[in-house]
């Protein structure tokens, strides 16, 4: 569904990703997973479009997307939710909400609305709270129901686990499985390998600027330990 292939990402003078390749499947949950400065964030920005590729080709389901648009990125079928959330927090839950499924037609609109409260049922009852009062763990389901509205074929998650206390992780955790149900592929990247490493069933380590190691989530363990204690 989408392979990336050789990616070269700079900003200015500095390369901060050196050749990256990845793929992820139909249905498949992959992670990314990688310290501080890995490049994590720069490849999931390189394939919705917010940085320019230097070089290297990003294809989803067939079409060369490397250089196209984020807003056109979005419409093909991915979703990518940001690294600290970006909740609009003067905005209503349910306006957030309505705001990622903009692009739906006006009929469907009600049904996916149905469908995200019934996969994260808390939303339901805070749909008139600002989502500024929402805590960091439910502002992190906000965002990801609000990145499922527009029905994507692919959900790029950066960081989900950012900031939240090891309890509202677990709550992160469950959600994040019971999307992964849903069939949408998931694309998740983050610093917290064992969060990463349950989600998705293979993982590409990164470790500034490049994948060092990739495999099944259960094979990478003592490569990751590796990683980690470097
Ligand atoms: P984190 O977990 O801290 O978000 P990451 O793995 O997502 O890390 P990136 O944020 O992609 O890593 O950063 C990769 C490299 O690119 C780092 O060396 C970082 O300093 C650099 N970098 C990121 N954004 C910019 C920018 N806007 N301008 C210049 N350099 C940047």
């Not at 139909?26 to 917010?50: D, F, H, Q």
């Not at 056109?72 to 927090?89: D, F, K, T």
């Not at 905005?91 to 609305?113: F, Q, T, Y």
């Not at 380590?205 to 980690?228: P, Q």
């Amino acid at each position: 569904m989408l392979v990336v292939e050789s990616l070269i990402a700079r900003y200015g003078a500095v390369e901060a990703l050196h050749g990256v390749s990845l793929e992820v499947g139909a249905g498949e949950a992959v992670a990314i997973v990688g310290p501080n400065g890995a490049g994590k964030t720069t490849l999931m920005r390189s394939i919705s479009g917010l940085v320019r590729l230097a070089s290297g080709s990003v294809k989803f389901e067939g079409r060369e997307i490397g250089r196209t648009a984020p807003f056109r990125v979005a419409r093909l079928g991915i979703s990518h939710v940001p690294e600290g959330r970006a909740i609009l927090s003067t905005l209503s839950v349910k306006d957030n909400l309505l705001m990622g499924g903009h692009r739906l037609p006006r009929a469907e609109v009600d049904a996916r609305l149905a469908e995200m409260l019934e996969l994260f049922p808390f939303l339901g009852r805070r749909l008139d709270s600002f989502g500024g009062v929402l805590s960091g763990g439910e502002q992190q389901m906000l965002a990801i129901a609000r990145g499922l509205m527009a029905r994507p074929r692919l959900l790029m998650i950066d960081e989900p686990s950012m900031g939240l206390a090891p309890r509202v992780v677990g709550d992160v955790l469950d959600a994040l499985h019971r999307v992964v149900a849903t069939g949408t592929s998931v694309l998740i990247a983050e610093q917290n390998a064992g969060l990463a490493l349950e989600v998705a069933s293979r993982a590409y380590v990164m470790v500034v600027g490049d994948v060092v190691a990739s495999g099944k989530s259960a094979d990478l363990e003592d490569k990751l330990i590796e990683t980690y204690l470097a």
